[in-house]
């Protein structure tokens, strides 16, 4: 009896430890010291220009889109919707990531798998310009079918103090401008998983005509990364708050970033809903109520500035690409007991130019 | 068909936000800014007196160590063992602990199991001086058995450039000092398991007289930190290396901290061998190789300084309370093609003293 005999391949995890130090090395910025296979990475962050350095970190998952990624046999885009989801998560207190780090967890470990997942990771490494750090694979047998995997992602990035961006400052007034998602991002999937596979019998290659694409292709689209279009808005220094549109959607998103006292009127003729969120409420019969609190219903970001910066942060989105973003509802006085998001028509600056090239 | 309908319950989520935000709360130290429910975690590093401050960071999970606490239905350890060797693996660098976050995936969440498992992230927190930043806590329908989850660490720590510790300065002459684990820490389980419970048909509550206590109880052992014991080591400046001793043993990971043309010659005689290792090794017919490269083999720490250091690295540890720490080996010259490690007799300061401590 041995360790390779109780499932557990070391020779396959140092092969898997080679292929990630190159995909690793390929992240590499600036401030890395390390290698991958020290046992912790080292980083050392630029602080020149910083009065009051901060320190931004979070942690996620993909959820299970990963079911959806096992049975297109798919494992080149999850790592980048990992890397995504968690810059966007410090992006919205004003954070530039530096570095990451992943736990990939496996049953039987497949050095092409798992190479395929951390390619995925790094590329969304470099897209980010954070440096892929390091992180865990784990073999454990009997925890995970053949084939099927767990993956999380730590993120940390740095903010000047003075600049972290918390919501403090919103009044009744201010305007919410939503940018585009590119599709479920990496919430709602089990509902989604439901609906299409369980309930409408599809299958991953599944053409649907309503969505011009296969089931897999539309559910695999990765989570954008807001990086880029929203960091010079943030230089602009009109943003107020910013929210990441994940579980529990606008719904429960948006009131993070709000102060007491406020609450966020949102207008959906504002924004085309994608049709993937049509569909899978008509099929699914899903209320409205519940879509709107599980699924990103096509708003992935949500951008909060005072009512005259409104087009200056909007152009400024429209400049760096951001061509779907638009002013999507505003601030209002949080009435005792009421819902801090209501749905509804709500008058917007520029309503003449038809919603602000939404 | 909603959310929950689909094995996502949001409000149990909810519940356990509110649950972690209060255990989060008693782990913060001076350097948190924000509270746990942003989107991402802010900590404000201490950086007054370093002059070139540097990140080190690590991911770890507690591996198949989990199936033992499924079985025994403790929850409240393996968040210690996770905090502890995340922990350690920043220590062997110099790097004192700052900030940790967790990613705790579950079938169907559990709001008391759950809290259970971040009550042992917490202590282990506290217990590190570390705070609990942040985290994810992913409800996976399908993903995991009922009852079942994985869970993975990532930890954040601060170390002054000049005083990372790297074995860069290590000679053949140099030696090793072991610090005991407590038991098998979180390595070697999946083939601990096989032997245990399917070779010998144990089960969590059976008593071993071998080991004095039931099976469950000496796998459960939490992972040690050893940083109360080995961070006024560090300051005596004699420190040139040290290695965790985690999946692959003494024999992988001694190596990761070796210079080139460096191995080191390891006498098993010099320590004393916890009954659990004996035990796998005898009833489960497992090499004594494959034992030295699988399990911690009582040995979870690895301090290596200059022969003239030894006596005072030794005291210090031994007033720290590390008595059990002993000489265990030396660093040789590496020869072509042979292993970087060997387990041979070896001489060593003060043998007449019986391996100092031992």
Redesign the interface.
């Known amino acids: 009896?041995?360790?390779k005999?109780?499932?557990?391949d070391?020779d396959a995890?140092m092969e898997v430890v080679e292929r990630v130090k190159r995909l690793a090395s390929s992240t590499f910025t600036d401030g890395v010291?390390s290698d991958i296979?020290?046992?912790?990475?080292?980083?050392?962050?630029e602080?020149s220009g910083m009065d009051?350095?901060?320190?931004?970190?979070?942690?996620?998952?993909v959820?299970?889109k990963?079911?959806v990624a096992f049975a297109a046999g798919v494992h080149t885009t999850v790592g980048v919707d990992l890397v995504n989801h968690c810059v966007?998560?410090?992006l919205?207190?004003g954070?530039r990531p530096v570095?990451f780090?992943?736990?990939l967890?496996t049953g039987r470990l497949s050095p092409d798998v798992s190479a395929a997942v951390i390619e995925g990771i790094a590329a969304g490494c470099r897209q980010n310009g954070c440096a892929l750090?390091?992180?865990?694979t784990?073999?454990?047998?009997?925890?995970y079918a053949d084939g099927?995997y767990?993956l999380?992602g730590?993120v940390?990035?740095l903010v000047d103090?003075a600049r972290?961006i918390?919501g403090r400052s919103i009044v009744p007034g201010d305007v919410l401008v939503g940018l585009p998602s590119s599709g479920l991002h990496t919430n709602?999937y089990?509902?989604a998983?439901?609906?299409l596979f369980d309930?409408l019998g599809l299958r991953v290659d599944s053409v649907v005509e309503a969505l011009d694409c296969t089931v897999g292709e539309e559910l695999l689209r990765t989570h954008r990364s807001y990086q880029s279009a929203v960091r010079p808005v943030i230089e602009t220094g009109c943003v107020k708050a910013i929210?990441?549109v994940t579980?529990?959607g606008l719904t429960?998103n948006v009131p993070?970033v709000l102060p007491e006292g406020c609450a966020a009127v949102i207008d959906p003729q504002r924004w085309t809903v994608p049709p993937i969120f049509d569909f899978l409420r008509e099929r699914?019969?899903?209320?409205v109520e519940?879509m709107y609190?599980?699924f990103n219903m096509g708003v992935g970001l949500v951008v909060i500035c005072g009512r005259d910066d409104a087009h200056r942060v909007l152009s400024k989105l429209i400049v760096c690409g951001e061509i779907g973003a638009a002013l999507i509802g505003a601030v209002a006085e949080a009435g005792a007991g009421r819902s801090r998001v209501a749905y509804a028509k709500v008058d917007l600056p520029g309503d003449t130019q038809a919603a602000c090239g939404a």
Chains 1, 2 share one sequence.
């Open positions: 009896m041995d360790y005999a109780a499932g557990v070391i995890g010291l296979g020290a046992f912790g990475g080292l980083f050392r962050p602080l009051d350095p901060v320190l931004v970190a979070s942690a996620d998952g959820g299970t990963l079911a966007n998560d410090i919205v207190q954070a570095f780090l992943d736990y967890a750090l390091g992180g865990e784990a073999e454990m047998p009997g925890f099927r767990d999380a730590f940390v990035g103090r972290i918390d709602g089990s509902l998983r439901r609906i309930e929210a990441h579980g529990g429960d993070r699914g019969e899903v209320p519940d609190r599980t």
